[in-house]
């Protein structure tokens, strides 16, 4: 077992309302979700709830040369170690909800595509506005917003609440086939201004 997989577990452990999955997404998950949120097309690029890495390496890979990329960690052991492997990225120890700012700081005025890979549907309905509302405001016209959501949490009431709230923010939802060999097996929305 690696070394990122063993600190996911960890901090799993320490945060399970933080950390939504046991194991990091699967390179067909990512892989998907990358390609419906257009990242290699995007200018400027957010990614909530970078953890590990899996998808913030394969941002790095997939985005243009000339994009800027700002990958947001809350926890402070997952951000740490993600930027001693990727020194070339701006990882910020954050909440998501401080977007805008973050933006501001950055003399960035809008994002074209944000990849999450939040546990929406963990979250009460004040903390699920509070990360998503800052989303909404920050997209460009015609921006993706990407999250991945697990079979496991579609009963719970706060996934069927973010749903809703997807709905009511972006003008277009689409939502992804189950992917069997992700660990649990997910699904993802793409969402557009």
């Known amino acids: 077992m690696d070394q990122s997989t063993l600190l996911f577990w960890r901090e799993f452990l320490r945060h399970p309302t933080q ?3 046991l194991v990091p997404t699967s390179e067909g998950l990512v892989q998907a979700m990358l390609q419906g949120a257009q990242v290699s097309q ?6 909530f709830g ?9 941002i790095v890979k997939a985005k243009a040369p000339d994009s800027r990329f700002l990958a947001i960690e809350l926890n402070p052991h997952l951000a740490q170690t993600l930027q001693s492997q990727l020194p070339q990225i701006d990882v910020c120890c954050e909440s998501a909800a ?5 933006l501001q700081e950055r003399n960035l005025k809008q994002v074209d595509t944000i990849i999450s890979t939040l546990p929406w549907s963990a979250f009460d309905d004040q903390l699920q506005s509070q990360l998503l509302a800052p989303a909404c405001k920050s ?3 015609g921006g993706r917003f990407a999250t991945v959501a697990y079979l496991s949490g579609l009963l719970l009431p706060g996934a069927r609440r973010f749903a809703r ?3 009511e923010c972006f003008r277009h939802v689409y939502r992804a086939p189950l992917i069997w060999n992700n ?9 557009t201004k």
């Open 19 to 21: 950390i939504g999955a």
């Open 42 to 47: 995007a200018q400027v690029i957010v990614e």
């Open 50 to 58: 970078a953890g590990t890495g899996s998808f913030t390496k394969e």
């Open 98 to 102: 401080n977007l805008p700012q973050l």
């Open 139 to 141: 997209l460009a016209p």
């Open 165 to 167: 709230k997807l709905k």
């Open 183 to 191: 660990l649990p097996p997910a699904f993802f929305y793409i969402c």
